[in-house]
């Protein structure tokens, strides 16, 4: 029978020498590691908590089609042209965008707009909406509220050249990133007929509505150095609600310049579209509508 002390005296030494061991694998991995970086005039970057503030405004063109329901269960009218209604114009909305990076992997990403908007007008013909009927002559005042919020966590699948992965001073550099998340709708319409024209007293029908959705995409970045890059977004969302709609698209396209280390400027363009509603029915609303326009702002990194 071998003596206990002597099992644990061996035991000790076993691991001292292993460890000893693995020490200098680890120093030899090191030194060969800092001695390539060396060699290729590089120095990685440790991983950190980035945060990055996006100030933008949006020059946004609304557009759409429009089907409100109709109260007496009847034929509703179809769909109208936002366009017959005076939404015809661009306006500035804020588009604010906030940016928390991990390392070179991850990122959570929050954004979003609100649009809000009231026109009268006259048609010039005769038609319905919901069921609200009007003629040639009649007097249409509308109201247009319509949010978008997202909350996006992207994670990086592809980098070019491999070598330069967490160099801080690099010239190109392209990765992709896989985009999955959340995009929510907070959908307002009304329309009113007034007392002008043929048709007696005044009609109206209005709508109000929250959509939520999940969202899946891709993001495409290329950086020209540290000082200017360009990257495009691709993402798709949506959720069936049976008879109703939920469904959404996005390409957001941007181009940045970094003047001073953490103040930049951003310019790009975004079209934004969507289906929401609840049927088709007489009783039922829609909207098939985009939003879409150039944006530009400032960018602060922390």
Do not use: C
């Not at 005042?141 to 050249?161: K, T, W």
């Amino acid at each position: 029978m071998v003596p206990i002390g002597l099992v644990a005296r061996k035991a000790r030494q076993m691991a001292v020498v292993g460890g000893a061991v693995v020490l200098f694998a680890a120093a030899n991995a090191a030194a060969q590691e800092g001695t390539a970086s060396a060699e290729a005039g590089f120095s990685p970057a440790p991983a950190r908590l980035k945060l990055r503030v996006d100030a933008m405004a949006w020059y946004l063109g609304p557009g759409g089609e429009l089907d409100m329901p109709s109260a007496t269960g009847l034929a509703d009218g179809g769909d109208i042209d936002i366009d017959t209604l005076g939404y015809d114009s661009p306006r500035f909305v804020a588009m604010p965008e906030l940016n928390i990076t991990w390392g070179d992997r991850w990122r959570v990403t929050l954004r979003g707009y609100h649009f809000d908007d009231s026109h009268t007008a006259v048609p010039g013909f005769a038609g319905q909406v919901g069921s609200v009927a009007f003629d040639a002559s009649s007097e249409l005042s509308s109201s247009y509220s319509i949010g978008s919020y997202e909350a996006e966590v992207a994670y990086r699948i592809y980098e070019f050249p491999e070598e330069l992965v967490g160099v801080q001073d690099r010239g190109f550099f392209a990765t992709a990133d896989i985009i999955g998340g959340v995009r929510a709708f907070d959908l307002s319409w009304s329309v009113a007929r007034t007392e002008l024209g043929s048709f007696p007293g005044t009609q109206s029908v209005s709508v109000d509505d929250v959509f939520i959705s999940p969202m899946l995409g891709t993001r495409l970045r290329l950086d020209f150095g540290n000082d200017y890059g360009f990257d495009v977004q691709l993402d798709v969302a949506g959720l069936p609600l049976g008879d109703g709609s939920n469904a959404s698209g996005d390409v957001i396209v941007g181009g940045w310049w970094y003047p001073w280390p953490n103040v930049g400027v951003q310019i790009g363009y975004r079209a934004a579209s969507f289906l929401l509603g609840n049927g088709d029915g007489p009783e039922d609303y829609s909207f098939g509508g985009w939003n879409q326009g150039l944006q530009f702002g400032v960018v602060v990194q922390f």
